[in-house]
């Protein structure tokens, strides 16, 4: 996440200025950064289904381009059939146009608190206030770093 170890206690005194993290801000950014892990996570998952949906409206509008060709311009079975599959249509476009706007939304606010965690959280620690911390919360240390 956006901290890092770096603070030095001189003569065994820790001291906390503003750009060093206490244990109670440790603690606190580890679970803002957890949350903000479960966001990412989230707004991956959607991201992916905005995107298969987008793919699956196109090849649906280019039957429909071709659907269009064939209509019997002179059967009303035929023609209201097709504007109900474009009805159909211009709904899943406006589902889907307001998925997209809620994923933007979701995203915003949460590059807002990626801002806002790298403003409180990305300072120095203590590495032991850091271990005190990840023993509290039976955190292990992260095999890929």
């Given amino acids: 996440a956006g901290v890092h170890a ?4 001189y003569g065994g005194i820790k001291t906390y200025g503003s750009d060093t993290l206490t244990v109670e801000q440790i603690e606190k950014c580890i679970g803002i950064a957890q949350e ?3 966001s990412s996570d989230y707004l991956n998952a959607l991201s992916d289904a905005i995107n298969t949906e987008s793919a ?17 311009r002179y059967s009303e079975a035929s023609v ?9 249509m211009r709904a899943r476009i406006a589902k889907h146009n307001a998925n997209v706007d ?8 949460h590059n807002a608190r990626v801002v806002s965690y790298n403003a409180e959280c990305a300072k120095k620690y203590y590495a032991d206030d850091m271990e005190v911390v990840k023993t509290k919360l039976g955190l ?4 890929k770093s």
Avoid: E, F, M
């Fill in 36 to 38: 903000l892990d479960k």
């Fill in 140 to 143: 292990k240390d992260d095999p």
């Fill in 102 to 109: 809620r994923g933007q939304a979701d995203q915003d606010g």
């Fill in 6 to 9: 770096g603070a030095h206690a």
């Fill in 80 to 88: 209201n059939a097709y504007n109900a599959k474009l009805t159909l």
């Fill in 56 to 72: 699956a409206i196109s090849r649906a509008q280019q039957l429909l381009a071709i659907q269009k060709d064939v209509v019997d």
